[in-house]
């Protein structure tokens, strides 16, 4: 049975997960959008809304032209 939470939610959950628990290191880069997209089975812009969630919430910085990086929050 497919999960009633929804899919921006669930990698919003995920990825922060992985940050929390230091998989994904400070300054690591984030797979790309389109990548995201393939990995989770979704469309881009449900990976854009929820890289969106996660910049809001400082866990990741986007650098244009370069890609999404992990947030370094040691002074947080």
């Known amino acids: 049975m497919p999960s009633a939470e929804p899919s921006f939610k669930r990698i919003v959950n995920e990825i922060s997960a992985r940050i929390k628990s230091g998989e994904l290191a400070p300054g690591e880069k984030l797979p790309s959008t389109s990548q995201l997209a393939t990995q989770y089975n979704v469309s881009t812009g449900?990976?854009?809304?929820?890289?969106?969630?996660?910049?809001?919430?400082?866990?990741i910085l986007g650098q244009p032209g370069r890609g999404t990086y992990v947030a370094d929050r040691s002074d947080k």
């Open 46 to 59: 449900t990976v854009y809304r929820a890289l969106s969630l996660l910049h809001d919430r400082d866990l």
